[in-house]
């Protein structure tokens, strides 16, 4: 640090996301007829956990690909904004044609009793929020309550007849934003390689506002961390998305969010059949 030279002294911390503001966000975008609300449950201390849904209310009979992004640790307010930015776009009339053939879920904050008290990682019970899946399957007993929630309901997501494609973890550290692949079984197959995900994202960013997507090779993730758990559960593609500590500002964050929620557009463009 400089030396500090005045009496108060402010330091800054990600841009900042309290449940309260995402509740006015939350109202501005259910008046949208592609979106809807589900309260998966509550926090520990009462606080509605919200899983928000977009997509064309007329379902393809072909199939929808079906994109889920979530964020764990409740202090990382910039991948909460960048998860804004993905609605943000996805609710504009540029992404009408992804709305056709996508259903894309939202948790933005599945731990919202944090912000309240300043906890980064943990919730009231003093467990980190990533270290919290069970590969097994959703337990109470064993699992933090909001964690319990979120997987309860990923779970029966995964039991519909249109079950989750790609799970995005959404976290921040340093840096520009950072997304981690492990891939499922239409990457290469029914969609293109990886690789051709990497090059969309980086044709879509001008700013440079994400590092190029890499593979998680050697895999060295932990199976209770909400991107490798669903990845040996369910065996879909999961992303863990980091970084953004490095971008300073709300508007910047939400534009690296809808470089992403634009790739994945790209990436995905052909039907689920």
Request: hydrophobic content about 35%.
């Amino acid at each position: 640090f400089p030396v500090f030279r005045q009496d108060r002294v402010v330091v800054g911390h990600q841009v900042p996301m309290s449940p309260a503001r995402l509740a006015e966000l939350t109202d501005v975008w259910r008046k949208h007829a592609c979106v809807t609300i589900t309260e998966i449950g509550r926090s520990l201390e009462g606080r509605p956990i919200q899983r928000l849904t977009i997509t064309d209310p007329v379902p393809s009979p072909a199939g929808r690909w079906v994109h889920y992004f979530k964020n764990e640790h409740p202090g990382e307010h910039n991948a909460q904004w960048r998860m804004a930015g993905m609605i943000d776009w996805l609710l504009s009339e540029e992404a009408a044609a992804c709305r056709k053939h996508a259903v894309s879920h939202f948790v933005v904050m599945s731990c919202p009793d944090g912000p309240a008290h300043g906890w980064y990682r943990v919730n009231a019970e003093g467990v980190d929020q990533n270290r919290s899946y069970s590969v097994e399957g959703a337990n109470a007993e064993e699992q933090p309550h909001e964690q319990y929630l979120c997987q309860k309901d990923l779970e029966e997501l995964m039991a519909s007849p249109e079950p989750v494609t790609d799970l995005w973890t959404m976290h921040t550290w340093q840096g520009n934003v950072e997304a981690i692949v492990h891939p499922g079984p239409e990457m290469g197959t029914a969609v293109g390689p990886w690789q051709e995900l990497r090059d969309i994202i980086t044709s879509n960013d001008p700013r440079g506002l994400i590092r190029p997507l890499h593979n998680r090779v050697p895999n060295n993730a932990e199976p209770c961390m909400w991107d490798e758990g669903p990845h040996r559960q369910f065996g879909i593609t999961t992303f863990l998305c980091e970084g953004a500590g490095g971008i300073y500002t709300q508007e910047a964050n939400m534009a690296s969010g809808a470089v992403l929620m634009k790739s994945l557009g790209a990436y995905y463009r052909g039907l689920r059949c």
